[in-house]
């Protein structure tokens, strides 16, 4: 069991957690995930410890509030209550080399999992450049990046009326890979390194291609397990199967079969929209 | 002296579900044994002498078999006293009863030479264990045996780090609190059980029993610490310097996938996943617990052993028609024989001699049929006995919405991975006390062999347990000593 110490909506939709866990704080680098359980029927899933603090023994998680679980999350947990499990950390850490420029995107809320690695590649001696693609005003953890790196661009948009989750991913697909282009344009870079929704991040990874950049991209398949034995989260990269948990989450994006993982993610979308809705109802007494 | 009785050939049958009702279900299949029917079964035992009864060497752990079975018989009129004294038997060698009556190939061990063969139906035995272990355990006998031998445990003020809580760990875990260790076990998942409680079906073990082995382990004072992973959370090198010993039992969990195209189309699961979503998640409780599984109408499970039967048999409690897909033929399924008539009585179909070449998806990336290659057995014989099989360069499609791969697993790879583990074909190498190429890095169980069998787990942990304790009183010897 692991205590909820502070709990804060960042901006709407995106809820902090700061968490004892300090086997994970203990261990932790920029680029690893953990895996939440956080109710005795709840699923186990991933998310990123965006900061930390070794000696202390806590863990930040951000959520971005999409469906049931995380939803529920930021219904039903508060601060002194405890999450059942927290396991960690899991997978490799991001590649912290000196690459000289470096572009990191992150796509809607990716971005709070750009933080740990774009703060430890300032520190390692790049100069960082963080872009932010998001719905406006959606100014997520825009001190923190200012305070760590270089330069933070924030790319906004607005919602148009009539809009679903589906406009909205595409508009940031769109606006990512237009923004990336025109600084891939106007400037230098060593280095590009995207996290966020499947579509959005080939969006990006077919204009860094064109400037023939390398790209790191952090993958997120759906997971179970997160230690190697199911397989879910397998994707093709380089014409092998890799687990991402074990293998991943981070890979070279040239070599990532971007239209399967694409395929993969959206595999449960009909039973997560009805797990959804019948949590609504159930919320409105029904 | 046994009094001389008259033969009973037949086996005294244990109660079933019938098929119809329970692939509605996933609860328990067998019933088994009331005490009067458990002790009509245990008469039928001709009580041969230990030291050559075929039994006894048949079973990986050598359990006296008759001296628990003679218990139910000599005890008859007290059925707890009888209960009690034959469960002491079975401890002696086996600590997890509840599980291998239910779980053993006993065809191939324990039962396999039971001289009542000769003349008619081998005695149940598996189903006796089965008997004595559920009857202690809803009585409270076996917390009552386990407290009559706790306040004689010494604390040997040493501690051992046990690697994953599965048969293995679990075993090695239980031994070693009983001779006074202090035992933690750290375990990747949310809860400890390890294949019993991920892989192997409600139906077929209901998670309960293995929740109450977890529970007897804790009151010995044994420490669990679940979404801790070796390798990861901390370091083998890290364990060594807080503790005097471990023992990984970390299990094969990787599923091993086919190399044909389309391996990753959505539908097709490794039994892993399958099994995990379906009996660690909950997923056959959907929306009520949170972990969504899909299965089609038309299902297909690639091989046939236990894990293969375990996958059909969850999948067509969801209503679908399902197929067990086998590159060899019905003398070669390596799953308990039960299970495979259990899967018959519930309509599932059996294709033999056909091998996947292709799965072959819709538009959307959905699987929708498999590419079979007929295949041939030839008279000559594999290293393992089984006939040799080629292909016959003629194919077959058989639609699918879902496919299960149940082609088998390897060892983990997170713990292999370890500076100074020798390691072959992935799997960890021990010497003869069961210690690794780290002193005082001791192994068993499926890290060891591959897959092998819940017995042989804990035969190992038992037997690993033994070792620890033996190198541990000569490093405490070492140290008075010293
Ligand atoms: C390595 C990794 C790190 C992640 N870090 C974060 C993070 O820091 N913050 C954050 O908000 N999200 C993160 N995610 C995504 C997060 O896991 C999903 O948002 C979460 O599972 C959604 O659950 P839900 O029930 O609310 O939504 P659902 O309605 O169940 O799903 C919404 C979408 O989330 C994805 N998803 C669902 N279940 C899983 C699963 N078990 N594993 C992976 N993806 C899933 C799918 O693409 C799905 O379409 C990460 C994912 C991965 C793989
Ligand atoms: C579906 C299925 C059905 C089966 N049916 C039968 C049957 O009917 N009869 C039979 O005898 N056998 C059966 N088997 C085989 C049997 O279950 C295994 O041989 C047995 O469980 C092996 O025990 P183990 O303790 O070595 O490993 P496991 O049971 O695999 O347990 C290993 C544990 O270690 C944990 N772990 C792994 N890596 C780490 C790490 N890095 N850090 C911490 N923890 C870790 C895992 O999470 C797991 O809990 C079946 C197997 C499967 C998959
Ligand atoms: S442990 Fe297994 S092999 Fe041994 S007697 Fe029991 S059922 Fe038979
Ligand atoms: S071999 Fe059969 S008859 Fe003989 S003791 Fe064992 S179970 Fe009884
Ligand atoms: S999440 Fe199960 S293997 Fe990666």
Redesign the pocket.
Known sequence: MYRILEKKELAPKHIMYRIEAPHVARKVQPGQ?VIVRAFPNG??????P?MWDREEGWIV???????????R?ANELKPGDSILNVAGPL?NPAPIEKFGRVLAVGLS?GI??VFPIAKALQKAGNDVTTLHVAPAPMAILKDEFTESVSRHIFEGFEIQEGWGTKEIVAEIAKRGAEKVKELLSEEDFDFVLTVG?AGAQKAVFNVVKEFGIPMHA???????DGTGMCG??RVMVGGEVKF??ID??GFDAYKVDWDELIHR??F??DL??R??EEYLKSLRGE | MAVRRKLIKERVPTPERPAEERIHDFKEVNLGYTFELAVKEAERCLQCPANYAPCIKGCPVHINIPGFIGKLVEYRDDPDKAVKEALKVIWACNSLPATTGRVCPQEDQCEMNCVMGKVGDKINIGKLERFVADYAREKGIDEELLFEMVPKIEKKGQKVAIIGAGPAGLTAAGELAKLGYDVTIYEALHEPGGVLMYGIPEFRLPKSIVESEIDKLRKLGVKILTDHIVGKTVTIEELLEEYDAVFIGSGAGTPRLINAPGINLNGIYTANEFLTRVNLMKAYLFPEY?TPVKVGKKVIVIGAGNTAMDAARSARRFGAEVIIAYRRGEEDVSARIEEVEHAKEEGIKFEYFINPVEFIGDENGNVKAVKFEKMKPLDERDKRGKRKIVGTGEYVTIEADTVIIAIGKHPNRLIINTPGLKVERGRIVVDENMMTSIPGVFAGGDAIRGEATVILAMGDGRRAAKAIHEYLTKKREGKENA
Not at chain 1, 43 to 48: N, S
Not at chain 1, 218 to 224: A, C, E, G, Q, T
């Open positions: 995930f699923e186990r899933i991933p998310l990123t965006v998680l951000i959520t971005f509030v999409r469906g049931k679980t995380t939803m999350m997978g809320a709070v999992e929704p952090d993958l997120h398949p759906i997971m179970v879910a989260c991402a948990c991943g989450p993610v959206g449960y979308t997560e929209r797990a959804l | 949170d």
